[in-house]
């Protein structure tokens, strides 16, 4: 219940922040919202010397349009982004996601930089920011850099970023044209975590069909991951249920899938087909 | 090394230095006394601590004090006003919302912010609201028509 | 007896402080110079302690003492009051000492200033542990085989017993028919949302210790503790202040209760322990843990004649209070609603190197009622009837009580068909099976579950108890004429605070507002039981009733003289006591209006009520009066109180029925209720609203055992189910609707004709669970599937693959 001792600090800005950062780069630790960190360290499986609090940089947390993107500030909260008109509008499967996560107080709290950064293969986000394609803004002791979400996600609570980087920012292109969205998710029954989450988005045609699908999946394995045997079988197919359905077979393609108390990697895989094609369904519905 | 920090807390303002890692929920409990903020488990699934931080629920053992330097917190102890119970704690009464009493603070405040944002929550809104509070007595039942009622007290 | 209360929904009188976070648990009390105790936990279940280096841990700041087992050896065991025949019993020390023997043992504690210090030097004690052979498998245990937990014993064979009436072996050889399963009970977390807690405080001056503690059991735990540390009894008083839940986990005296009070009398200060929720799933008692054979002989036509159980018990390393006693519930049970001529149960109780089980909600009770009611299913599929019908055939009827079971009980009262029928009748049980054979030729799975259930409760006559059975009451009206009451029971959200006041006010025509129930102070209140086993109101609420007679005689004694007539003139209506009966009188007019209003009361000497000329006097005048002592009849002891320790000549025996209607998703296993009815008899009903809350808290513990909830050991013995991100406790969006309602019978054993209800939930409900969901899948050829039941387990029974069942 009670973290190890440790120092704190509040930069002002983010560059700040990364000097902070970069003075302890062992040691220190970002925080954002918390809510992966903070009960880690409680339970003292995390025991960071310092914590730099980031979500007190007031301009971090944002949701912009400019131009044909979609910006969205680290440290911008779940429940900012569930409850965003603007996104309802423009990419839905954002505020979809959001709403699937933990708890109304998690959500209040929690932010979508930490979720990305932390990549729990059970998270959430991680699934969205694959499926939309995003491009992740991180800053370092050497400046900016980009990655692509689809590079981001390394290994099991392993990503891109490097000692001394923060990510900074999350780049969604705009979806043009006609487009569907949908995020499904079978949450633990203690934990609220994704056993699967499906991420789903769908470039369409106007007679329906699918131009381009783009499929982000989460709880499934070690990191989460584009599940590119699935948007192969979709790309320029009709939408209808036996290709949906034999498309969502893939979803598990060359993945080894977690086996826990609660679903074995079998089972898991099971869900995962059937989430697959109800994400892919809802989207087209859309 | 401790840290200051200043926080306005059911409206009144304090400043203390505390040492980092004090979670906020033991800053309210052990440092100003309010102890109607219940510690119910480690995880950040219980959801006894919630309070208010600057008009949000938020889980109070999943946040260091310093976290809520210059916020406005609310806590179960101030949320009737001049002596008048809240429309959700005046549910909890009506409808047997609570048997041993030690969720219902973070109960009360969830459904609290829960009305705030959906005024007339169907039942599966308010169960999605309160996904966050474990209560182990009442079955649930009673605690979503207490949720019930103080939106129709609301309304009215 | 008038009736304004009583049967109403009155609303708790406890509720204003809890919704505000006013309220006070053992945390909440903050005493000046409070130490915090943490402690050294063993995460090996079963090692040999090499040594153990506490020096860097009392180098911390801030820690002022860390003690050891060798330091605590005068510290007495930890009780076991569950003593039958041959049981063994290990010698449990409140810290260990050679070994440790189940991950959470308790290895140290440190004392420091703050939590945080103390926290902080756990870290830094240095535990040299041997690893030991581990015993998880109970039927390994059972078999007396593999390696030995407490070497002297032999084996990990704690007990044998065998119990029940009736040839059981003539009834299996005469059988038509016989239907044998093996069912398991897991391990489940009680989980009261307030874990434990102890505030200890010693004055060394007065050799008086206090301790606070978060427990079911004042005074029992008083006895035991001052045994354990060797304090006078008398000179140790115990404070449960509110208590966050117990479900049976707070029914016992934990090592943590006594080593606290020590401490605090070595220190000299008081000392504080909160539980963390890790050291909740860890530490506190575990509930259920069996696995048995349940083999039922039946007659073609349904009629049962034998039923027996051979059941192991998973009993943990060590005894806690009634660890022992649990699985011996379970063989009372066993008769369930049914006329079953020959019953046996064969216990073997075992060590594992887990925590102990204990108590948990129901406790043994849950474990035999869905035995009986899964060989009852097991009979309907092997007849091809309707489970209902072949529950019904086997009713006694409602003119055979009290009737006698081979369990050697006998049930007080009961109408087991009316129970059924309403319950049928509100589901539209017939309607529910059209349904569903429509539901099933469209391809979806729907089932419906069906438990006609009797629990024991009131527990109970103390000679079915181990420190006794029957309970405590002191009724007194102060002079200001505001009524107490003092109850032996400790109730921690059941609201008797709320039923009592309401009993008290309808029978001496008061106020409910100027009714106080005091409860849980060893110091305050006389010696008492405590809250378990569904009993405060039938035996707590009796003596409370009982002793308000007895003072409304004394009072009505007093009443005569002052107005100067024969005791037999003189009636009590309305709270008044009049000479001759008051016309138009209304029932219960008591106001909540102090009798001097505040500001204009008597400064020094109370005033004398005026008794010249009156007809009638109040009960308040009379209280006064009694205190007062000047107009009392002779030999008439001066005040008005009255106190009563209810002995019951038997339990109670509730019932009902309970059908649960569910819906699995084919693709993903998924279970999904469609409607949960409820019919409970608890006899006499005090306060509506607490009988719904206690019926749908107990059906989603049980919803929680059916489909969510176990407590996981890994072979090493490592607690995989740690915290509450694995161990996975009911939300509001698992819970269905319920649908509940109500027959009345009333049972003899008491005056108020009260059964008891805090159980029937987690008695009643898992087999109406679990048969629903048995039900949907029958066409898959499934006739039995142990809780939880997950839907990985339902998917593999759709994709005919039986590999995990």
Request: glycine share 10%.
């Amino acid at each position: 219940m009670i973290p190890a001792a440790f120092d704190y600090q509040a930069p002002a800005t983010l560059e700040e922040a990364v000097s902070l950062l970069a003075g302890d780069p062992d040691g220190a630790k970002i925080l954002a919202g918390g809510h992966s960190l903070i009960p880690a360290m409680k339970l003292r499986l995390a025991q960071p010397q310092l914590l730099v609090d980031i979500a007190r940089i007031r301009s971090l947390a944002y949701i912009r349009e400019e131009e044909n993107q979609i910006l969205i500030g680290a440290t911008t909260t779940h429940y900012q982004l569930e409850s965003s008109d603007l996104l309802k509008q423009i990419c839905p499967l954002l505020p979809m996601c959001a709403v699937s996560i933990g708890d109304v107080q998690v959500r209040n709290k929690g932010t979508i930089g930490g979720s990305v950064a932390h990549s729990d293969p059970a998270g959430d986000w991680p699934a969205a920011v694959i499926a939309l394609d995003a491009d992740l803004l991180l800053i370092g002791p050497n400046g900016e850099r980009t990655v692509k979400a689809t590079d981001f996600f390394v290994n099991l609570l392993t990503t891109d970023l490097q000692p001394g980087e923060i990510l900074r920012e999350i780049r969604i292109a705009k979806p043009s044209g006609r487009f569907g969205e949908s995020y499904q998710k079978v949450p633990h029954p203690a934990s609220g975590f994704a056993v699967v989450g499906i991420a789903a988005h769908l470039e369409l045609n106007d007679d329906g069909s699918c131009k381009r699908a783009k499929i982000g999946v989460t709880g499934v394995g070690v990191k989460a991951y584009r599940a590119q045997g699935v948007e192969a079988a979709l790309a320029g197919a009709n939408l209808d249920d036996q290709t949906i359905a034999s498309a969502a077979a893939h979803v598990c393609d060359g993945v080894d899938a977690n086996s826990d108390l609660y679903a074995s990697g079998e089972y898991r895989c099971a869900l995962a087909q059937v989430y697959t094609r109800r994400a892919i369904q809802a989207a087209k519905a859309v | 090394m401790k840290k200051a920090i200043n926080l306005n807390v059911n409206g009144v303002s304090r400043t203390d230095e505390v040492e980092p890692r004090v979670l906020l929920v033991h800053y309210l409990r052990d440092v100003l006394g309010l102890t109607g903020t219940h510690v119910g488990c480690e995880t950040s699934l219980c959801g006894a601590c919630t309070v208010m931080l600057d008009g949000e629920a938020v889980k109070s053992c999943t946040m260091f004090a310093v976290q809520a330097n210059g916020a406005t917190v609310t806590t179960i102890e101030g949320l009737a006003t001049d002596g008048e119970l809240h429309p959700v704690q005046e549910g909890f009464w009506e409808c047997h919302g609570l048997q041993c009493g030690y969720c219902t603070p973070g109960m009360i405040i969830t459904a609290a912010q829960l009305l705030e944002r959906n005024a007339n929550p169907s039942r599966e809104e308010i169960c999605h609201g309160l996904e966050g509070n474990l209560c182990r007595c009442t079955g649930y039942q009673h605690i979503i028509e207490a949720v019930e009622y103080a939106a129709k007290k609301t309304a009215s | 007896m008038p009736t304004s209360y009583v049967g109403q929904r009155v609303r708790r009188t406890e509720d204003p402080r809890l919704i505000k976070g006013l309220a006070h648990y053992v945390d909440d009390i903050a005493l000046p110079g409070t130490l915090h105790v943490a402690f050294v936990r063993s995460y090996y279940a079963h090692a040999k302690i090499n040594s153990i280096d506490t020096s860097a841990a009392l180098d911390v700041p801030g820690v002022v003492a860390v003690y050891t087992g060798k330091d605590v050896a005068k510290i007495g065991p930890v009780p076991c009051a569950g003593a039958l025949p041959g049981l063994k019993v290990p010698d449990h020390r409140v810290l260990a000492t050679d070994k440790v023997y189940f991950v959470g043992h308790p290895v140290a504690a440190v004392v420091a200033t703050d939590r945080y210090a103390a926290r902080d030097a756990v870290d830094l004690i240095v535990v040299d542990y041997e690893d030991l052979p581990v015993v998880t498998d109970v039927e390994q245990a059972a078999a007396g085989t593999g390696p030995v937990i407490h070497e002297s014993f032999g084996d990990n064979i704690a007990y044998k017993m065998t119990a029940g009436e009736g040839d059981i072996d003539a009834a299996f050889a005469a059988a038509e028919r016989t239907v044998k399963q093996r069912i398991w009970h897991k391990r489940l977390a009680p989980i009261a949302m307030e874990p434990r807690g102890v505030l200890a405080r010693y004055f060394p001056g007065e050799e008086e210790l206090t301790l606070w503690s978060s427990t079911q059991i004042p005074h029992l735990m008083r006895t035991q503790v001052a045994l354990m540390i060797g304090i006078p009894e008398n000179k140790l008083r115990v404070i449960t202040p509110e208590v966050g839940g117990g479900f049976g986990s707070k029914l016992n005296v934990y090592a943590e209760e006594a080593l606290l009070g020590w401490i605090s009398m070595q220190l000299h200060k008081p000392v504080k322990w909160i539980e963390t929720r890790r050291e909740n799933i860890q530490a506190t008692i575990h509930g259920r843990g069996q696995v048995g054979d349940i083999e039922v002989a039946f007659k073609n036509d349904g009629t049962l004649t034998g039923l027996r159980y051979n059941v192991i018990a998973d009993l943990g390393a060590y005894h806690q209070l009634l660890t022992p006693a649990i699985p011996t519930l379970t063989g009372l049970m066993l008769s369930g609603a049914y006329r079953i001529p020959a019953i046996q149960i064969n216990i073997t109780g075992v060590f594992t190197n887990k925590m102990a089980t204990d108590a948990y909600r129901g406790a043994g009770r849950p474990e035999a009622t869905y035995v009986v009611e899964r060989a009852l299913d097991l009979v309907a599929a092997d007849l091809n009837a309707d489970p209902a019908e072949v529950r019904r055939k086997n009713f006694p009827g409602k003119d055979e009580f009290p009737f006698h079971t081979a369990t050697g009980l006998d049930y007080d009262s009961g109408d087991y068909e009316a129970a059924l029928d309403k319950a049928q009748q509100i589901a539209g049980y017939t309607q529910l099976r059209e349904e569903q054979k429509k539901a099933r030729a469209e391809g979806k799975i729907m089932g419906i579950g069906v438990s006609t259930y009797v629990e024991i409760c009131a527990l109970g006559p103390s000679t079915a108890m181990p420190a006794g059975g029957w309970e405590s009451a002191t009724v007194r009206i102060e002079p200001t004429g505001k009524v107490t009451v003092l109850t032996g029971t400790s109730p921690h959200g059941q609201g008797q605070e709320t039923s009592f006041a309401q009993i008290v006010a309808d029978e001496l025509g008061v106020s409910i507002n100027d009714v106080t129930v005091i409860h849980g102070d060893t110091s305050v209140v006389q010696y008492g039981i405590g809250t378990f086993g569904s009993r405060a109101t039938a035996v707590g609420g009796t003596a409370v009733y009982v002793a308000v007679q007895k003072l409304k005689e004394k009072a009505e004694k007093i009443a005569a003289h002052i107005l100067k007539a024969d005791a037999s003139k003189v009636s009590f209506e309305g709270g008044k006591y009049s000479v001759t009966k008051a016309a138009g009188a209304t029932a219960a007019t008591g106001s909540s209006e102090p009798v001097y209003p505040v500001g204009q009361g008597p400064a020094g000497a109370l005033p004398e009520p005026q008794t010249e000329g009156r007809t009638g006097l109040t009960i308040a005048e009379i209280a006064l009066a009694a205190h007062l002592a000047k107009e009392l009849p002779p030999d008439t002891e001066p005040g008005l109180s009255a106190t009563y320790f209810f002995e019951p000549k038997n339990f109670t025996f509730p019932f009902g029925t309970h059908i649960a209607v569910v819906e699995i998703d084919r693709e993903t296993g998924d279970i999904k209720f469609l409607r949960y009815v409820a019919v409970d008899d608890c006899g006499r009903v005090i306060n509506p609203m607490l009988v719904d809350g206690q019926v749908h808290g107990g059906i989603v513990q049980s919803i929680g055992q059916a489909m969510y909830e176990e407590v996981v050991y890994d072979e090493q013995g490592q607690l995989i189910t740690g915290t509450l991100m694995d161990y996975a406790v009911p939300r509001a969006k698992h819970v269905p609707n319920f649908e509940l309602d109500r027959t009345e019978t009333p049972s003899p054993v008491n005056p108020l004709g009260v059964k008891g209800v805090g159980e029937a939930g987690t008695i009643g409900a898992t087999p109406a669970i679990v048969g629903a969901i048995v039900d949907a899948l029958a066409p898959f050829g499934v006739k039995h599937l142990d809780m939880p039941i997950k839907p990985e387990d339902v998917w593999r029974i759709i994709n005919n693959d039986s590999s995990r069942i």
